[in-house]
């Protein structure tokens, strides 16, 4: 079973910031957050991850609270063909036991309007 | 350059036949995974696969067998499919194994009659 929960569908107007809501309050102390999102038809697609500190790449920045309770995905300049499901993982990033992989959970439908 | 593609992109077959869905990455990965989508969007690790190690999901049919020729290849193979394997498969790479980082093929289609 997943271990995040995420709102199951958000709006956001076009060229506007879209802040996506994660929370995985049982997260482990060797456990990283990673964003990924998948377009209609798609394949999955690798977002952004981090452990504790904030991070900023080419697609979005990923803010973690202090307590590493919760996480928020911002895209800053939201454009139409961000319109997808977004998945928040929590995922130890090691060789642990098990089939390795991703646990995807429901996501996020985020629906950016014109 | 794509770099972890499948083929077929479509598959529509009878219940009961075999059938086998291949995927390549150029990425130099060391990992390759299958994932499967069902009709409801949920995706879910099948296997893994690093230096001819296989790592399986439990649930995961016997029927289904991945295949490596090499690092850069994981085939996956179903026989006597049924009805409930109608699903989209993925593909997927990474660096090593345990490392969350995956880049996904587009995603085979399958549907059985």
């Known amino acids: 079973d997943a271990k995040t929960t995420q709102p199951p569908s958000m709006d956001c107007a076009e060229g506007r910031a879209a802040n996506l809501p994660c929370n995985h309050s049982?997260?482990?102390?060797?456990?990283?957050v990673y964003w990924y999102r998948q377009i209609h038809s798609q394949g999955p697609q690798y977002i952004i991850h981090?452990?504790?500190n904030n991070e900023t790449n080419e697609m979005a920045s990923l803010i973690i609270t202090e307590d590493r309770k919760s996480s928020t995905l911002i895209l800053p300049h939201a454009t139409l063909r961000d319109t997808a499901v977004y998945y928040c993982?929590?995922?130890?990033?090691?060789?642990?036991?098990?089939?390795?992989?991703?646990?995807f959970g429901k996501g996020t439908h985020l629906i950016i309007q014109p | 350059d794509t770099a972890v593609s499948q083929t077929p992109k479509y598959l529509v077959t009878q219940m009961g036949n075999d059938k086998s869905i291949k995927c390549e990455q150029n990425?130099?990965?060391?990992?390759m995974y299958w994932y499967k989508q069902d009709s409801k969007k949920f995706l879910k690790i099948m296997f893994s696969?690093?230096?001819?190690?296989?790592?399986i999901n439990e649930t995961v049919p016997n029927r289904f067998s991945p295949k490596s020729p090499d690092k850069a290849h994981l085939n996956l193979h179903i026989n006597s499919l049924e009805l409930g394997d109608s699903a989209v498969y993925f593909c997927?790479?990474?660096?090593?194994?345990?490392?969350?980082?995956?880049?996904f093929g587009p995603g085979t289609r399958l549907l059985v009659l």
């Open positions: 993982i929590v995922s130890a990033n090691d060789s642990g036991g098990g089939a390795d992989g991703l646990t």
């Open positions: 049982t997260i482990s102390g060797n456990e990283y």
């Open positions: 997927a790479s990474s660096l090593s194994r345990g490392q969350e980082t995956q880049y």
């Open positions: 981090g452990l504790k």
């Open positions: 990425l130099g990965h060391d990992t």
């Open positions: 696969y690093n230096n001819k190690e296989l790592i």
